[in-house]
């Protein structure tokens, strides 16, 4: 049963373009989402989060927008860099954390 | 560094031999999860502490599996008997429940390969 879906394995944009990287969810008890970054190797790298009470979050060029009525959350980079470059998972919780299987992004110069 | 970490980075062991993990939370962090990372997964949660107390248990977590966090600080986890399947990135992490909803900061992670 996968509580948290990210449909697209891989995106590819152009260096200062958007990146929007979207991922849906199904358990209505989700109540707190947050997108990771995460390199070869590496441990995920915490981006931003976004409360299920609010419907945006802005951090620098990362912002995320949730539509609970659609169960879909988005995260959105601009303008997109190289060093962007990585895989993308959202998560949500309470609690433990469900992972979406991830987004590769490639920023290409 | 404040961190999560996490020792070894990397383990290559013979099937059937017992190995363990260690993870170091961030200090004033009484949450602590262990998940672990298939290629081309997302994480998947294996158990998680608040202080010194277990309080869940994935059905991942099998009899082999064993989880402690003896004082409330750094954690171990055990696997014994390892099997192929095991090999994957087993993954830290700690939060602060003071928050409502609380960010989980991940430690780099540990490498396991069974041959």
């Known amino acids: 049963d996968q509580q948290v879906k990210q449909n697209s394995p891989s995106l590819s944009v152009q260096e200062g373009r958007i990146s929007i990287l979207n991922c849906d969810y199904t358990?209505?008890?989700?109540?707190?989402f947050l997108w990771y970054k995460k390199y070869p190797a590496e441990g995920p790298t915490f981006l931003i989060s976004?409360?299920?009470?609010?419907d945006k979050n802005e951090d620098g060029r990362f912002t995320v927008f949730l539509n609970k009525s659609a169960k879909h959350l988005s995260l959105h980079i601009v303008p997109s860099q190289p060093g962007d470059s990585a895989v993308y998972f959202c998560a949500a919780n309470p609690s433990r954390l469900t992972f979406g299987e991830g987004t590769q992004l490639t920023v290409n110069p | 560094d404040t961190g999560v970490s996490q020792n070894p980075r990397h383990k290559i062991t013979k099937r059937g031999q017992n190995v363990t993990f260690r993870c170091d939370p961030i200090s004033e962090h009484n949450r602590l999860y262990w998940y672990r990372q298939t290629l081309g997964q997302g994480p998947e949660f294996l158990t998680y502490f608040q202080n010194e107390a277990q309080l869940e248990k994935s059905r991942l977590l099998s009899d082999r599996f064993s989880a402690e966090r003896p004082k409330g600080s750094f954690s171990t986890l055990e696997i014994q008997r390892t099997e192929q399947g095991d090999s994957a990135m087993y993954l830290c992490?700690?939060?602060?429940?003071?928050?409502?909803?609380?960010?989980?900061?991940f430690g780099p992670g540990t490498r396991l390969l069974v041959l």
């Open positions: 992490a700690s939060s602060d429940d003071t928050y409502t909803q609380e960010t989980q900061y």
């Open positions: 358990n209505s008890m989700f109540d707190y």
């Open positions: 976004i409360s299920s009470i609010k």
